[in-house]
């Protein structure tokens, strides 16, 4: 009976912490669900559903803002050199 009682309480505290991980997690998990980079970036862009818009995360959002960055500085790094 007491083992019985110790594993249901192990049961109960461990179903708590995996619902304080997915409340603690969610938005983050719900950006990246519906980021089409991400998908693309785990090789699964073919089961992107069409019925989802493409929208972005905030890490590929920085990544390509980077890349954008440093596309426009070299754009204009030429232009000054070329006459």
Do not use: N
């Not at 109960?12 to 980079?37: F, N, Y």
């Not at 920085?62 to 030429?78: D, G, N």
């Amino acid at each position: 009976m007491t083992a019985l009682l110790f594993l249901w309480s192990i049961v109960g505290v461990l179903l708590l912490q995996v619902g304080l991980l997915l409340w603690l997690c969610w938005p983050t998990m719900g950006a990246k669900l519906h980021c089409a980079w991400c998908w693309k970036r785990v090789h699964l862009a073919h089961l992107y559903p069409e019925s989802w818009s493409s929208t972005i995360c905030e890490t590929h959002y920085r990544h390509l803002l980077t890349q954008s960055t440093a596309r426009r500085v070299r754009r204009r790094a030429t232009q000054e050199v070329a006459p």
